[in-house]
């Protein structure tokens, strides 16, 4: 139980954050310093705790060694999906029928599809609605070995789940291994695919909406935020640039992540925060694209208090420190210290507050 045999000046040194304690108040600034603490972390709904990932939360609320006043209240109140805590069981019950989802409907969907992008359409959806689309590849083996992942279909959807633009591509190198177990692909499929580099025209010239790509890396210009999944991989096989700042990976988001440095799957993230399965068999491309856009939008929907957040965070979390002597630092209370932390990461959620032409 917190508070027994603590004394008054470890609570005092005690994380208005994470909790951690520190016999010296100086020990607790420089935690504040290097930990980012921040309103955009997951935060436990009982005791308030941030977290630095839903997966150290989940593990806060329902792990082998849970804090046990809160996992008692999560048992009866707490959405397994998105973790947060409902007013009363009723409210869960509501609740849950909205926060899982029905597994897509791919093979469908991607059959009905249209294989092109239109002006027209391209146009229309950047006008209606916030300018998001989310992509995915599978790969074909080359190389000798048949390990070299060769893009051989890509799929490209709109926030409504729609196929905006989806094909087979011809590889420019020789396929050794068409992975057929998990992609479905066979050489007739490729036969009269559309070539790389054509493919690579079409959606560098959709996701820029025409624009020069050194204008849209200085925010200028009209330009769409790219979901995905491992996306670094995809356009690196696909050939294809696009600024890191308007790409939204779900295998980078540090709250998605088991730890700052290791990625979760994304079939892992989708049963655990959808609450469906994908990836059991061959796999379509449009699955994974809906996945990835439903985890993004599901991110983005949080409510977080705002607060001024430039797209490079860490170097304003440094300022604000070194703006303030350590003595001036030490004065403040763990709240204080905690008011003026900012993240290091860019949160979704911000998505939500500001155009993308700003």
Excluded at 119 to 144: I, Q, W
Excluded at 160 to 181: G, L, S
């Amino acid at each position: 139980m917190e508070g027994r045999g603590e004394s008054s000046e470890s609570l005092r040194n005690k994380c208005a954050a994470c909790f951690r304690q520190y016999n010296k108040l100086e020990h607790l600034v420089e935690h504040m310093k290097t930990s980012y603490h921040s309103v955009h972390e997951p935060m436990c709904g009982i005791c308030k705790k941030h977290c630095r990932s839903f997966e150290s939360l989940r593990e806060h609320l329902i792990g082998p060694l849970p804090k046990v006043e809160c996992a008692k209240i999560f048992s009866t109140r707490g959405c397994n999906l998105c973790l947060s805590i409902l007013e009363s069981a009723y409210a869960l019950r509501v609740h849950r029928g909205s926060c899982q989802l029905p597994r897509a409907a791919a093979g469908l969907a991607s059959q009905m599809s249209k294989l092109s992008i239109t002006a027209s359409n391209e146009n229309e959806m950047y006008n209606t609605r916030k300018p998001v689309v989310a992509l995915a590849c599978k790969m074909v083996g080359g190389g000798s070995d048949g390990t070299l992942d060769l893009c051989a279909r890509v799929c490209l959807i709109d926030e409504d789940e729609k196929t905006v633009f989806q094909t087979y591509i011809k590889p420019q190198i020789p396929i050794t291994n068409y992975r057929y177990e998990s992609t479905g692909i066979r050489a007739e499929h490729l036969r009269d695919a559309m070539p790389l580099k054509q493919v690579q025209r079409k959606i560098q010239d959709f996701l820029c909406n025409g624009e020069a790509l050194w204008k849209i890396r200085t925010k200028g210009g009209k330009a769409w935020i790219l979901v995905g999944h491992g996306l670094d991989h995809d356009l690196a096989c696909l050939g294809i640039e696009y600024p890191s700042l308007l790409i939204r990976d779900t295998a980078k988001y540090p709250p998605l992540m088991k730890t700052s440095k290791l990625s979760n799957s994304l079939k892992y993230l989708t049963q655990a925060y959808l609450g469906y399965d994908i990836q059991t068999g061959i796999q379509d491309p449009y699955e994974d694209c809906v996945a990835a856009m439903r985890l993004y939008v599901r991110m983005r929907n949080q409510v977080h208090p705002v607060e001024d957040h430039p797209y490079w965070v860490e170097a304003q979390n440094k300022s604000l420190y070194a703006n303030s002597r350590q003595k001036d630092l030490e004065r403040m209370s763990p709240e204080q210290l905690l008011d003026i932390s900012r993240s290091d990461y860019y949160c979704w959620c911000l998505d939500s507050r500001q155009g993308l032409d700003n």
